[in-house]
Nanobody
């Protein structure tokens, strides 16, 4: 099983980034997928998730700015992040989950300068 996150980088406040997470080794379409983030000195928190059927939900901090989507044909989940703020700075992780099974990617760093 592998979850390869990419797309992070250094951007300015107000910019956009799209994160991608390519999955392999499990039946992607059957798994709920999520993006989490962990800022320095803070606990990992949910940013957004999408079910196997495509339903989504977002953390309050992400609503209206971030969009999670999935492409089952490409085994990839995306996080489109717009209007980025310095407080969005964190390592972003993708997670696949189904029943008691849970898989995590290695994370991609997003740094937003003011």
């Amino acid at each position: 099983v592998q979850l390869q996150a990419s797309g992070g980088g250094l951007v300015q406040a107000g910019d956009s980034l799209r994160l991608s997470c390519a999955a392999s080794g499990f039946i992607f379409s059957m798994y709920g997928m999520g993006w989490f983030r962990q800022a320095p000195g803070k606990q990992r928190e949910l940013v957004a998730r999408i079910t196997s059927s495509g339903s989504t939900n977002y953390a309050d901090s992400a609503k209206g700015r971030f969009t999670i989507s999935r492409d089952n044909a490409k085994n990839t989940v995306y996080l489109q992040m717009n209007s980025l703020k310095p407080e969005d700075t964190a390592v972003y992780y993708c997670r696949g989950q189904r029943l008691w099974l849970e898989y995590w990617g290695q994370g991609t760093l997003v740094t937003v300068s003011s």
